[in-house]
Structure formats: C-alpha cells, structure tokens
C-alpha cells in the first residue's frame, strides 16, 4: 500500500517563502498523479494542488501564482513551493497521489502577520 510522509513545515512570515516535500514508501510518483491538500483548525480539507501523469499541473484559485508543485524522479519526492505566504495559508498539508491512499500525518504550515 505505502506510506506518505511529509515534511518541511515551519513558521514563516507573511510574505515569505517555504517548500515542503512528501516522501514516500512502497511508491513511486512517476507512476501516480499527484495532489496536494491542507486543513486549516476547525475546517475541512482542502484540495490545492494537483499534477497529471502528463505533467499538466492544476491549483486552486487562492493559491494560484504562489504555489508551485514539482516532483523529483530521481529523489523519488514530491514537492511544493509556496511563496508570498499569507496568513491564510496556515495549515496542516498532506501530499497524495492519484488514485488516493492513506493520508499521512501532515506538515504544518504557520505563517504570521
């Protein structure tokens, strides 16, 4: 089945930048597509990011522009690049492939104003 792991989460400014990575077991994201999501206290989770098997990427609209999703074949790792961080964008976020599988725990993702 595999196991994700994520990783990379810290404090940050707004207006800073940040890039945290998903790691992962028993699987190899060349041959998934990819998401990321996040869960804000007290809300449900959310879809932000995703890319294809083709490579064609998709974001939600609050984080498009800032938010970059990339993957490492060789590091066989998933990453994604936030930028002009808001406090808005504080989260838990979780890495995930297509079809989708047991989340992992998460990285938090705090920015202060």
């Known amino acids: 089945q595999g196991r994700l792991v994520e990783s990379g989460g810290a404090l940050v400014q707004a207006g800073g930048s940040l890039t945290i990575s998903c790691a992962a077991s028993?699987?190899?994201?060349?041959?998934?597509?990819v998401t990321w999501y996040r869960q804000a206290s007290g809300k449900q989770r959310e879809w932000i990011a995703g890319r294809s098997l083709s490579g064609i990427s998709h974001y939600e609209d609050s984080v498009k522009g800032r938010f970059t999703i990339s993957t490492d074949s060789a590091k066989n790792a998933l990453y994604l690049q936030m930028t002009n961080l808001k406090p808005e964008d504080t989260a838990v976020y979780y890495c995930n492939t297509i079809p989708a599988r047991e989340w992992g725990q998460g990285t938090q993702v705090t920015v202060s104003s």
């Open positions: 028993e699987i190899t994201f060349s041959h998934y597509g």
